[in-house]
């Protein structure tokens, strides 16, 4: 998150559901319990992070803690990001995205668009918008353009002037939130076609949607350019045990069953300044 | 046996197969929302097989006559046999039965750990163990023995049970070794259990696919022994299953050679340069093996073709990265046993190396060599040839370190080819550090001071443009590293020159220039370092971070002695520098004084600006006398 005060801000944000039905009827217990805004306690160790919210919070409140001050910020010509992290079943998605058409159960990526579009209608009339999405997914060492399938590698370019970008990603001209919507839904619906092993693809693809919002100002001239990433880090508890080919080695103690590990194994030794590690396959800077 | 032809062991060995297929195949194809489906069918199929073999066995404890099959042959101490409790032979019949089961054991154990019930698995192959140590190691269970083990080794490290998991390991790789030692025929494969007679494994195949599970066991223990941080064991067994790839043709070129490169790099971290070079020319002519690059030309006609060019160039630039660095740090070892205390060459030592390398073994190092050797017949040329072009043994002159450097300059060229400017920065600005530090390390063989002068032109001309051309604001930390670099190197230029007109009487008008560019050249680079740490206000920080405070101080320290350096005959000139440096100079004491943590890092430069603020008051009044005595 860029925080305009300092220099460059990360907050770590954790949020608890509720028990689902199956688990309430298996009568499982709730287990955490806690401590002022910020301290989750788990069989009684304490874990704290900026901000802990508890089941009784609402999509409002994640919102407006989260991801209000990222739009103000991305407005002014910053970059943010956002990532969601947690295991399926977790309630990932029904903190970003929510109850699509629900005022109230809306999560935090409908409330940005919203919250985008309220902002600029806002500020001074001088200022022209142009406002791009694109969305694609990192799965395996590639990047696929989630709205254009027909792109299945496109590649991490570095140019001189700027910061690294996605090169050849389609970018999508949007002019409400209704149309960010939109795209996300064709993104989505996307995201396993042509996929040959599912269980695989959805424990280890990534997808991140991109808002890029230039703005000018008429009469000045001056230029501003914030980007927005939503990083949705899919199925993160799965990664160790699908025992497909080429798992990469997720925690350092697990034995990797497949040679085509090796390679990690072997780059783990060579790691130093003096040397060049090759950039492996399964990664992606 | 005539239970194998009945149409009831038929089915038996249809459901095996149907098993593994569900397991390894068609479970890709489960959903996300019953993802062991296909293996949950596969396990009841093996819960079957299990019950109709124990039915057959009864039959057949049956008909055969107990007591020879339990016979226990003649024992010879440090035979396979000789385990003592062994209750039969692994080629028995009762020994097959067992085997057998054990097999479906293993197979059901495997297939509880993919469905994440670990207990049940390991359960299933303890079974199995037991099932094969009743009898004694034979080419009939002695792949399963090896096979169960390695399963164990992955589950109990999976536990964070490093040394149950070595130890399961370690048993495995002896019995290999006790067994292709002596027995060496081609062993049973777990497939060849549940197959029609005549249909089993060619021996070819038997003996690739036990191969493999050792490949695997060696490729375990490197991880374990990696996980208990004895990197040089984890290096050894990397290596090895490196060489059983090659061997046994079980790669894919580009992979191997990637990895084979990458085990280079950590031999460089051990100074085994030897081995270093070993494994880039391996992987330099195993990369060859995934064919020709396709010209652009073709790559624009079709997308495979453009995709195979692009990958086939990324992987041959990275492999030429790491050649760079082997040249790199060759010359840079080199350079520390070689200098003195003030950084440079040490006649007397160089002596001294050369003398020692003449009486290098030669024996050991060819034993040495023949551990590591890679490849096949067809490679092993090519492979030789390529090693040849490069010395492995630390350069002690000129002339080796200029050989070195050369290859390692070509390597610089065939990075370059991938990982361009434009797309790559980090990269392409990465592999110019390194050509700089080429040129930087070659220097200090040089003992002509106008030659070792023109190689660090050549690292300013390198990097000079593209400090010029990149965004300062989304590559600020390259920047930094850059204006650094190029300080430093017109500071070393201004050095050089200052020691060349030293021994020239009157240095010249020309000469004069050339030495104040110089070191207006070094501080416009080290103020622009300095600048970047500002605020956006301008502010220079009260308090420096922990990785810019070396730097830093250094960067002002340098620019007050540059400053005090500089030749003018104008006396108000003059004076100018020497308050500017002596500004300088206070800074540097002054924040040391205010931030003592900082004295450890820049002590030598400590001391000399503490003499200098002394010294320079001095000199500054007797400028500013001459001035006013002038007017």
């Keep these: ?285 | 046996m005539a239970a194998h032809q009945s149409s009831e062991w038929r089915s038996v060995c249809e459901k095996f197969r149907l098993a593994q297929e569900l397991s390894e195949i068609e479970s890709r194809k489960d959903p996300e929302n019953n993802p062991f489906r296909s293996k949950y069918k596969a396990r009841d199929l093996l819960k079957e097989i299990h019950c109709s073999l124990k039915k057959i066995e009864i039959e057949e404890e049956g008909e055969a006559d107990n007591e020879a099959d339990c016979e226990s042959r003649e024992m010879v101490d440090g035979e396979l046999g000789s385990e003592c409790g062994k209750s039969c032979s692994g080629d028995s019949p009762a020994g097959l039965r067992a085997a057998r089961l054990a097999v479906v054991q293993y197979c059901l154990g495997v297939n509880h750990i993919e469905t994440e019930e670990l207990s049940a698995g390991e359960q299933h192959l303890m079974n199995c163990l037991k099932l094969i140590d009743k009898c004694t190691t034979t080419r009939e269970n002695v792949s399963l023995f090896i096979q169960a083990r390695n399963q164990l080794g992955i589950l109990w490290a999976g536990r964070d049970e490093i040394e149950k998991a070595q130890g399961f390991l370690e048993i495995a790789e002896s019995m290999y070794l006790l067994y292709m030692r002596e027995d060496g025929q081609p062993p049973l494969d777990l497939e060849d259990f549940f197959v029609l007679e005549g249909e089993e494994l060619s021996q070819q195949e038997k003996i690739r696919r036990f191969e493999m599970a050792y490949t695997h066991t060696l490729y375990y223990l490197a991880q374990v022994y990696k996980n208990l941080q004895q990197y040089e064991k984890a290096g050894q067994y990397c290596h090895s299953t490196l060489q059983r790839q090659l061997e046994y043709k079980q790669f894919v070129p580009l992979e191997w050679a990637i990895n084979a490169a990458t085990l280079s790099q950590y031999y460089i971290t051990k100074t085994r340069y030897m081995e270093a070079r070993h494994c880039l020319a391996a992987a330099s002519v195993i990369a060859t093996l995934a064919g020709e690059i396709p010209s652009e030309a073709a790559a624009k006609e079709s997308d495979a073709e453009c995709e195979k060019r692009e990958e086939l160039l990324q992987k041959r630039s990275e492999i030429a990265r790491c050649w760079i660095k082997y040249c790199l740090n060759l010359m840079q070892d080199a350079k520390k046993l070689l200098e003195d205390n003030i950084g440079e060459l040490d006649l007397d030592r160089q002596e001294e190396l050369k003398r020692a390398r003449r009486s290098v073994e030669e024996e050991k190092e060819k034993g040495r060599k023949s551990a590591i050797l890679f490849g096949s017949s067809d490679t092993f040329d090519s492979i030789c040839s390529l090693e040849e072009k490069v010395s492995s043994m630390l350069p002690l002159d000129f002339e080796e370190a200029r050989s070195i450097f050369l290859v390692g300059q070509s390597y610089v060229a065939q990075a370059k080819e991938y990982f361009a400017m434009d797309g790559h920065v980090t990269d392409h600005i990465e592999i110019l550090q390194d050509h700089s530090a080429l040129f930087k390390v070659l220097a200090f063989f040089e003992q002509d001071l106008e030659r070792r002068c023109k190689m660090h032109k050549r690292r300013v001309d390198m990097l000079e443009p593209i400090c010029k051309d990149l965004n300062a604001q989304y590559y600020l930390l390259i920047c930094r590293q850059l204006q650094f670099e190029l300080a430093e190197t017109y500071y070393e230029m201004m050095d050089l020159k200052l020691a060349v007109a030293d021994r020239q009487d009157q240095p010249d008008v020309h000469t004069i220039k050339k030495f104040n560019n110089l070191c207006s050249s070094s501080m416009k680079y080290y103020q622009m370092f300095l600048d970047s740490i500002r605020s956006p206000e301008g502010k220079f920080p009260e308090k420096l971070e922990d990785d810019l405070l070396r730097p830093a101080l250094v960067a002002r320290f340098r620019v007050a002695r540059l400053q005090s350096k500089l030749i003018s005959s104008n006396l108000d000139t003059q004076l100018e520098n020497l308050t500017n440096s002596l500004d300088s100079y206070n800074f540097v004491v002054q924040y040391c004084e205010e931030n003592p943590e900082a004295k450890k890092a820049v002590e030598t430069e400590l001391e000399l600006s503490i003499e200098m603020v002394s010294l320079l008051p001095l000199k500054i009044n007797r400028i500013r006398s001459k001035i006013t005595s002038c007017n």
């Design chain 1, 1 to 285: 998150m860029a925080d305009v005060s300092t220099e460059c801000n990360i907050r770590v944000l954790c949020r608890f559901r509720p028990l689902n039905q199956s688990e309430i009827l298996r009568a499982d217990k709730y287990i955490p319990t806690f401590q002022g805004d910020d301290t989750v306690i788990i069989g009684g160790k304490p874990y704290v992070f900026d901000k802990v919210f508890p089941t009784n919070c609402t999509q409002e409140q994640v919102y407006n803690t989260c991801a209000k001050q990222i739009v103000k910020d991305v407005l002014e010509g910053y970059n943010g990001t956002i990532f969601a992290y947690g295991q399926t079943s977790s309630g990932k998605t029904y903190t970003m995205e929510g109850k699509l058409h629900d005022p109230d159960g809306r999560g935090i990526i409908p409330r940005i668009a919203e919250d985008i579009f309220n902002h600029i209608y806002t500020m001074d009339e001088n200022l022209e918008f142009h406002i791009k999405v694109s969305y694609f997914e990192i799965y395996m060492d590639k990047i696929r353009d989630l709205l254009d399938v027909s792109k299945t590698n496109l590649s991490v370019h570095e140019d001189k002037n700027r910061v690294p970008y996605v090169k050849g990603c389609t970018e999508r001209f949007v002019s409400s939130p209704e149309e960010v919507m939109d795209v996300i839904d064709e993104g989505k619906a996307n995201r396993h076609v042509a996929v040959t092993n599912m269980n695989e693809h959805s424990s280890r693809s990534h997808s991140i949607f991109l808002i890029n919002i230039k703005q000018e100002h008429v009469e000045t001239e001056q230029k501003l350019c914030g980007k927005l990433y939503l990083v949705d880090l899919a199925g993160s508890e799965k990664v160790s045990k699908t025992g497909a080919e080429g798992a990469v080695l997720d925690e350092a103690k697990n034995i990797n069953k497949s040679l085509s590990a090796l390679g990690n194994v072997i780059s783990a030794l060579a790691e130093g300044t003096k040397t060049h590690v090759p950039y492996r396959d399964n990664e992606k800077k």
